[in-house]
């Protein structure tokens, strides 16, 4: 049996029980969550699990194969330190990595550390963006365009409403957007060199006050990136679109053709009185009208569906992972991936603050 810890047993940790459970020979064997309610929740869903009250004591214990970090953004940096100076175990880290720039001199130390760190990039996962993936070479003959549409529902209420301030998520570019800065990456295959953005906070949290301080967290934006090989790529953020019938979609245009990928938000959040949510999809369309166009429907599991909010990628990423701990596989997100999306994302902030262009080089 492949025995985890988790730290951070909110919402999203939660999310990493339900798909630890069905991973054949794995469970979670503790855990440290101070949160009571938060902690009822995941006993409830693990619960053989031991409640640690400290990283030291969830540390001390000598029956873990594993850790996962699914705790507050701002707390990842300071947990990553305390757990590489004290173990040596195969770490999954919830992104971001990190939320503050003085932050990227810490994570960049972490390369030393003798056992696999994974950054938790879940969208790379979902099976219509991974069959995106596949076939957009081949289909667009080179990207040359590439565009991230994100149109959902406000941020979540969490634990002590830490996501309601920038300084504790990183802001909404780095929080939300990094998993998108990731899969630009990883689609072009290539770095960002420039990077314009206009966001903004313009419908939600408007009036939220917590202890007298106004949240002021951003709910939508553009940001545009130039590539190093001439490709550009496009994100478009907006957290007060639930009704859309997709939640991301993602195209990729070159000079052979255009493709898309089509996915629909959690089930859990879908409106039923729109009918049943639409089947998540890849839309192939050739330049020549001619050959006509092919859509590819991606349908997920339903017990993937339940198990999470993002389209069964989060126990696709524990299968992955999985084979990290056993078979000693390298991880497939890295630090230096999970950094390279923080910095996109901050620099994207840094645009939309000053109305300058960032150069990234």
Request: net charge negative.
């Amino acid at each position: 049996m492949t025995k985890y810890g988790l730290i951070g047993a909110g919402m999203m940790g939660q999310e990493h029980i339900r798909n630890i459970r069905l991973q054949e020979g794995a469970s979670v064997a503790a855990f440290f969550e101070p949160n009571d309610m938060m902690a009822e929740r995941s006993q409830a869903q693990a619960p053989d699990a031991v409640r640690c009250d400290s990283l030291d004591a969830l540390l001390a214990r000598d029956d873990l194969d594993a850790l996962v970090i699914a705790s507050p953004n701002h707390c990842h940096v300071g947990q990553l330190k305390q757990i590489t100076a004290q173990v040596t175990l195969p770490i999954l880290c919830e992104k971001p990595l990190y939320t503050a720039p003085e932050d990227a001199e810490a994570v960049a130390a972490l390369e030393s550390y003798k056992a696999p760190i994974w950054v938790a990039m879940e969208y790379r996962y979902m099976p219509p963006i991974a069959k995106f993936r596949e076939m957009a070479g081949g289909v667009t003959g080179g990207i040359k365009m590439l565009t991230i549409r994100e149109h959902r529902f406000p941020f979540l209420e969490k634990v002590g409403d830490w996501n309601r301030f920038n300084r504790n998520s990183g802001g909404t570019l780095v929080e939300k957007c990094c998993h998108f800065f990731d899969l630009m990456r990883l689609i072009l295959d290539d770095e960002p060199i420039r990077v314009m953005a206009s966001a903004g906070q313009s419908v939600n949290h408007l009036d939220e006050v917590y202890d007298g301080e106004t949240s002021d967290i951003w709910d939508n934006g553009y940001a545009i990136l130039d590539f190093a090989g001439g490709a550009r790529a496009m994100l478009e953020l907006c957290m007060f679109a639930e009704g859309s019938a997709y939640q991301e979609e993602i195209s990729a245009v070159g000079p052979a053709g255009k493709i898309e990928a089509k996915v629909p938000g959690p089930t859990r959040f879908w409106n039923t009185d729109l009918g049943p949510a639409p089947v998540p999809k890849v839309v192939v369309s050739p330049r020549m009208p001619a050959t006509g166009q092919v859509v590819h429907e991606t349908p997920v599991d339903a017990n993937l569906l339940t198990a999470g909010d993002h389209h069964g990628s989060t126990y696709y990423q524990h299968v992955q992972f999985l084979d990290v701990v056993r078979n000693g596989a390298k991880p497939q997100v890295t630090l230096a991936d999970g950094a390279a999306a923080v910095r996109m994302g901050m620099a994207a902030q840094e645009s939309a603050r000053t109305g300058r262009a960032i150069d990234l080089r």
